[in-house]
């Protein structure tokens, strides 16, 4: 049986690789040969070329068939249509951005996302409404077209080894470079779904697993428990065995420290239900175990400063200007606490407890 992944390299595309090895298929990898990983075996053939355009995409892949393509990456529209009549199976790997309010919260009355958002929940319907988020949902839609017995994977937001934009090392190099005090939008207690890149490498082979259930379906997923942000900071200071305090402001104050949200307002859930019941999925690695491996990776890997990977996170690591913003909070926390009055100590719960039959309240009043 032969295999293409196209992608590879990137979050996930060690363990689909690997996934499909242990499954007995020859895999080869179609990218564009800029980001080679030694995790890949050496037994896998790459293809190089581009997989973002027809005409390069059909140079790459010209007299080929498959048994089995999973894209992650590139224009997964274009390698549907390439592939049609080509491949046994197509799983193409999508985004969350599809639905409607996730990139623009602003499009939902009220807004903000509900929450958990299932499959079924409306996705972006025309280009003028939010372009970005449009185009993945007219992929989806031209997945299923050329391959109705394929499946489709909306990914959250990926945190592991090879993330182009790793939200966890503005905290970890925070931390390594001395930083106790970290601020966090949203007061720390924003909820989006995450998914480590092993378990969502594992979902997509549970797919390749169960062709029969998979066909023509869509899929949330990411990891069962999802943490707060200030939980995952925590448990990222737990790892390197530092201890922090976080800084609990608003969106609007917390300058480019926004970039640690992913939007902002409300929470962003995914419902996980379908891929649960109909496929079987559990977690291979739970969420505090995946975060603190996932730490190791970029503590032993280091983003250099000011690189690509920092450029892209466009965190500037501006300690003095955190310095301030931190002693304005504490400023304005101060005064706040002045102004605001004091709540009266409530010593019981409501309900009343009488100790004697028919008694009209109990012993404190109730």
């Not at 895999?27 to 080679?36: D, K, N």
Request: hydrophobic share 40%; net charge neutral.
């Amino acid at each position: 049986m032969r295999a293409l992944v196209v992608g590879g390299t990137g979050p996930t595309g060690p363990f689909i690789v690997e996934g499909l090895r242990r499954r007995g298929y020859k895999v080869s990898i179609f990218h564009r040969g800029t980001h080679e990983i030694p995790e890949i075996p050496d037994d896998v053939e790459h293809i190089h070329g581009d997989p973002h355009f027809a005409e390069t995409i059909d140079a790459a892949l010209s007299g080929r068939t498959f048994d089995l393509t999973v894209a992650t990456y590139g224009r997964i529209r274009l390698l549907a249509a390439a592939l049609a009549g080509r491949t046994g199976r197509f799983v193409g790997i999508g985004g969350y951005a599809a639905y409607r309010g996730w990139v623009d919260p602003y499009a939902l009355d009220p807004p903000g996302m509900s929450s958990p958002v299932p499959e079924d929940a409306p996705t972006v319907a025309s280009e003028t409404e939010q372009r970005f988020a449009w185009l993945i949902a007219q992929t989806e839609r031209a997945v299923l077209q050329h391959h109705p017995s394929g499946t489709v994977f909306r990914y959250p937001y990926v945190y592991g080894p090879y993330q182009l934009r790793p939200r966890e090392w503005s905290v970890i190099r925070r931390l390594l470079d001395g930083r106790r005090e970290i601020i966090l939008p949203h007061y720390g207690l924003s909820l989006s779904t995450h998914g480590w890149a092993g378990n969502l490498g594992h979902a997509v082979m549970l797919a390749v697993d169960r062709p029969d259930v998979a066909a023509g379906r869509i899929y949330n997923c990411g990891d069962l428990e999802q943490l707060t942000l200030g939980q995952i900071v925590q448990v990222i200071a737990g790892t390197l065995g530092r201890d922090v305090e976080i800084v609990p402001v608003p969106y609007e104050a917390a300058g480019t420290l926004k970039s640690m949200v992913l939007t902002p307002l409300g929470h962003q859930l995914l419902d996980l239900t379908r891929i649960r019941t109909e496929l079987g999925y559990r977690d291979v690695l739970g969420v505090r175990a995946a975060l603190a491996r996932t730490v190791r990776w970029y503590v032993e890997h280091p983003p250099a400063p000011g690189g690509d990977v920092e450029k892209a996170l466009g965190d500037p690591f501006d300690y003095a200007a955190e310095d301030r913003l931190i002693a304005a909070y504490r400023a304005g926390r101060d005064l706040l606490d002045a102004a605001s009055s004091k709540m009266p100590e409530v010593k019981w719960h409501p309900y009343a407890h009488p100790r004697e039959a028919g008694q009209q309240r109990d012993q404190k009043g109730r």
